[in-house]
């Protein structure tokens, strides 16, 4: 077996997090917040590995913002773009029986069911939700471990057992439950979020809840008690679809179930990261003039509304979450940076975008994008984000007042930056004074 590598890749820089050269990072461990964890992380520069401490850490999504020794401001952070990370071996927590994927490479592989010795394991890749082997000589690939036996898989010390079945599990499954899937799958089959489903990123299944009515008519809804218009969406074919789904997931893997409802809590790209961490999302798309409340208290766990006005179903909103949320899912998009960029994810609105022709009806392109100098294109980019923000969405700069601290003279920011914090704590006040106006005046409003 090869010599054992002392020094493992763990991140990778993406860019400057503010003004104070915290770097966002992608992490590559099991977790980011093993990434996080760390006291210290190396750098490889003129063919060595150097030590820098790392000063403070977070978790943001699937994302580190990290303080290290050495980096102070934005510029330095900016020129780290694309820096591998490392991590000494011995700083890596592992459990007992657990063993490092860079440790693999060399170990004889054998088949459990059948006792053949296979090969050696020459290359390990992750996937989704899973490891992915080549093995040499056979050049056979398999994954580990299956969904239904993951008691039975393991490796031990100079010997790797694998139960082999065909490779690709999907990373987050997503279950609609609806009265019209084909209005579903015709939006999810399209474009990026079917090409992620077809290279196995994520699942997205719809069922029709129509199929569990046990009414001779199928029926799924009746008229509502007390009276009223409209028809109210029964309790029974959406509880038997539910639990035909939720009876399918496997022991142990997290699961969340949502109602698309104009009653619910405003959905924004807060709630798009927390619901990526599940993995299985169960949507119920309501219809008519709604669904029966007890089946609701019974499996729901939140609602979630897409804004302030009525759709005449939940199927459109839930393709709203679905894409929301699998873009943040590793392998639906090319790299983290494709959604950490973008519009409000960043903080802030992001700033206009050009391609070929350089003039098209006599408007160019602005002349600073084709200078080449990527130090000048960075700050034309946060001036024209920043202007468009204070222009369409004050509210935002003065959650992240980082980004105007940014275009300062370095001199001026700390100044700044003390006034911005007293105006954002203004600010906050006085929108919890008016949301304690609001409540009083919709109490009232219901009492009379």
Not at 111 to 140: F, S
Not at 150 to 160: G, P, Y
Not at 267 to 296: K, P
Request: net charge negative; proline share 6%; with cysteine.
């Amino acid at each position: 077996m090869s010599m054992k590598k002392i020094y493992l890749e763990c991140g990778k820089v993406l860019g400057a997090h503010g003004v104070r050269g915290v770097l966002k990072v992608e992490s590559w461990c099991d977790t980011p917040r093993v990434l996080a964890s760390q006291k210290r992380i190396f750098l490889a520069e003129g063919g060595e590995f150097v030590e820098r401490r790392v000063l403070s850490a977070s978790v943001t999504g699937p994302q580190v913002l990290m303080s290290i020794e050495g980096v102070y401001d934005r510029d330095e952070a900016i020129s780290m773009k694309g820096v591998v990370m490392y991590l000494h071996r011995d700083d890596i927590p592992l459990r007992p029986g657990q063993m490092l994927l860079a440790d693999m490479i060399g170990l004889p592989v054998t088949d459990a069911k059948t006792g053949v010795v296979l090969g050696k394991i020459t290359e390990v890749t992750e996937v989704p939700r899973g490891l992915l082997y080549t093995i040499a000589p056979i050049r056979e690939r398999c994954s580990i471990p299956p969904p239904t036996s993951l008691s039975r898989a393991s490796i031990a010390r100079e010997d790797c057992w694998l139960h082999l079945f065909p490779a690709f599990l999907t990373d987050m499954k997503f279950d609609i439950l609806t009265l019209f899937p084909d209005m579903v799958s015709g939006v999810l089959s399209e474009s990026i979020i079917g090409r992620a489903q077809a290279a196995g990123a994520i699942s997205v299944e719809c069922h029709n809840i129509r199929d569990y009515s046990t009414d001779k008519h199928r029926k799924t809804d009746d008229t509502p008690y007390g009276g009223g218009m409209g028809m109210v969406m029964t309790c029974q074919p959406i509880y038997d679809c539910y639990r035909h789904v939720r009876d399918r997931i496997p022991e142990g893997e997290s699961v969340r179930v949502v109602y698309m409802s104009p009653k619910g809590a405003l959905f924004n790209h807060t709630t798009a990261l927390r619901l990526s961490e599940y993995d299985n999302l169960i949507i119920l798309c309501g219809h008519y003039e709604g669904v029966d409340q007890r089946v609701l208290d019974e499996i729901v766990d939140e609602e979630i509304s897409i804004g302030d006005y009525v759709l005449t179903g939940g199927e459109i909103p839930d393709c709203i979450v679905v894409d929301a949320v699998s873009r943040l899912i590793p392998g639906v998009l090319p790299d983290s940076i494709c959604y950490t960029d973008e519009s409000v994810a960043s903080g802030i609105l992001e700033y206009p975008q050009y391609t070929k022709p350089r003039v098209f009806l006599g408007r160019e392109v602005p002349e600073v994008l084709l200078s080449g100098d990527h130090k000048k294109i960075e700050r034309y980019r946060l001036e024209r984000a920043v202007e468009l923000t204070r222009e369409r969405r004050p509210d935002l700069l003065l959650l992240h007042p980082e980004y105007e601290q940014a275009l300062l003279p370095k001199k001026k920011r700390s100044k700044r930056a003390h006034k911005d914090s007293t105006q954002r704590d203004d600010a906050s006040a006085s929108f919890e004074s008016r949301t304690a106006c609001d409540t009083d005046t919709q109490g009232d409003s219901e009492a009379e």
